[in-house]
C-alpha cells in the first residue's frame, strides 16, 4: 500500500514559518502580528488566496 501524502493547507504552511520567526526573534514581530491579522479574517478559509500572497511575501 502506497502511503498518501497530504499537503497542509496555506494557513498552517504560513504558520510553521511564523513560527520559526518567533523562535529566533521572539515575539510580537510584525510578522506575527500580520498573521494574527490574517487569521481573525481568513481563519475560516485555510487555502484562501490571501494565504498564498502571505506565504510569497515570508520567502522573501
Known amino acids: 500500500m502506497q502511503a498518501v501524502r497530504t499537503t497542509l ?3 498552517e504552511q504560513c504558520w510553521n514559518q511564523v513560527r ?5 526573534e521572539g515575539p510580537g514581530t510584525s510578522v506575527q502580528i500580520e498573521y494574527e491579522q ?3 479574517s481568513y481563519g475560516d478559509a ?3 488566496p490571501v494565504w ?3 506565504a510569497q511575501a515570508l520567502a522573501q
Open 52 to 54: 498564498e500572497e502571505f
Open 38 to 40: 490574517l487569521a481573525a
Open 20 to 24: 520559526a520567526v518567533i523562535e529566533t
Open 9 to 11: 493547507p496555506l494557513k
Open 46 to 48: 485555510p487555502n484562501d
